[in-house]
């Protein structure tokens, strides 16, 4: 649904609290943005250029629908990160009622697959990744204050 046809449909007295208004455009077009409703809340999805020539820099719109949903699901993974921080590791999802644990390892599973699909589209050299993966693990423990090497807890 266009942001005109969201405004027409949806007028500001009918938004739920968690329905939020559209975003204005900011670039270009006229109606760059795309809205999603579903269950009484939406959210704001870009209208990629259709061609490929049209794509930011050399980008295609494959390539760049990728890092978008790479940039999803790291944002989803932090926000869990964050409620953990606040509520712990066994507090519950008032929506879903499962654990935070849970719904932070499957962020994570989530923002793992992702990685996976980019090294097999060629986005990301999986070698690189990896070779990065274990010099973090090795050096890590230089910015960890309250971690043993070799410790789980």
């Not at 975003?23 to 870009?46: A, F, N, Q, T, Y």
Request: hydrophobic share 40%; with cysteine.
């Amino acid at each position: 649904m266009r942001v005109g046809e969201f405004l027409r449909k949806f007028p500001a007295r009918l938004w739920s609290k968690k329905m939020r208004p559209p975003l204005d455009c900011v670039w270009g077009e006229p109606d760059p943005k795309e809205i999603v409703v579903s269950s009484g809340c939406c959210r704001i999805v870009p209208v990629w250029p259709q061609s490929e020539s049209q794509a930011h820099g050399d980008l295609s719109s494959a390539q760049i629908e990728r890092l978008v949903m790479l940039v999803e699901r790291c944002g989803e993974a932090s926000v869990m990160a964050g409620k953990v921080l606040r509520y712990g590791y066994g507090g519950t999802s008032p929506r879903t009622g499962l654990p935070n644990q849970v719904i932070l390892e499957r962020k994570i599973g989530s923002l793992l697959a992702m990685i996976d699909l980019m090294a097999r589209t060629d986005d990301v050299r999986l070698r690189e990744v990896r070779t990065t993966r274990d010099w973090a693990s090795e050096h890590m423990g230089k910015w960890m204050h309250h971690h043993n090497a070799g410790e789980v807890a």
